[in-house]
T-cell receptor, first 113, second 113 residues
Framework: GNSVTQMEGPVTLSEEAFLTINCTYT??????LFWYVQYPGEGLQLLLK?????DKGSNKGFEATYRKETTSFHLEKGSVQVSDSAVYFC????????????FGTGTSLTVIP | DTAVSQTPKYLVTQMGNDKSIKCEQN?????MYWYKQDSKKFLKIMFS???????INETVPNRFSPKSPDKAHLNLHINSLELGDSAVYFC????????????FGEGSRLTVL
């Protein structure tokens, strides 16, 4: 079946530190992979996505590369800011199951000045 | 214009009451969803509708009944509310394609006393 496993939080970093949030997946087909971000009191919004192996998604300084050989889609940012404090969700969408999305458990990030 | 809008944003009610949450999307998407997010931020799919037809109906109590009058609307009605129903409920929509992303509403925080 399909599933997503992501690093448990919470994660606390100082401003300008390097961020990695690990995400691995299991899928029966050829999924698209996503990172969503949820700021306090808001809904989830797409941060970045990758639709095939070796694609790199990037947005707002965040990056993630679709690695089929390791079934991973780790999120990275070189220098985090206080405004990056949020909950981050890794997700996949498998074309074999139509529009069904599978989410990880979320990783809470707090960036301190 | 808000892409996915849901009302009300906050709902406080007593156990045993019946309540509804409404959702509308103006993106022209074919598929709409309801998700439940618990206090630990874990996101669980409840229902999915494609062109007004039920596609996904995860194991939720039958006190929860979704209704889709047209493909732009998906409402959630909950009967006989219980304490455990307290959560944030998110509506979302997507285009019916392999790489379509999910667009979320801002959430409806339900508190059952």
């Amino acid at each position: 079946g399909n599933s997503v496993t992501q690093m448990e939080g919470p994660v606390t970093l100082s401003e300008e530190a390097f961020l990695t949030i690990n995400c691995t997946y299991t899928a029966t087909g050829y999924p698209s992979l996503f990172w969503y971000v949820q700021y306090p009191g808001e809904g989830l919004q797409l941060l970045l996505k990758a639709t095939k192996a070796d694609d790199k998604g990037s947005n707002k300084g965040f990056e993630a590369t679709y690695r089929k050989e390791t079934t991973s889609f780790h999120l990275e940012k070189g220098s985090v800011q206080v405004s990056d404090s949020a909950v981050y969700f890794c997700a996949l969408s498998d074309g074999n199951t139509g529009n069904q999305f599978y989410f990880g458990t979320g990783t809470s990030l707090t960036v301190i000045p | 214009d808000t892409a996915v809008s849901q009302t009300p944003k906050y709902l406080v009610t007593q156990m045993g009451n019946d309540k509804s949450i409404k959702c509308e999307q103006n993106l022209g998407h074919d598929t709409m969803y309801w998700y439940k997010q618990d206090s630990k931020k874990f996101l669980k799919i409840m229902f999915s509708y494609n062109n007004k037809e039920l596609i996904i109906n995860e194991t939720v109590p039958n006190r929860f009944s979704p209704k889709s009058p047209d493909k732009a609307h998906l409402n959630l009605h909950i009967n006989s509310l219980e304490l455990g129903d307290s959560a944030v409920y998110f509506c979302a929509s997507s285009r019916a394609s392999l790489n379509g992303e999910l667009f979320f509403g801002e959430g409806s925080r339900l508190t059952v006393l």
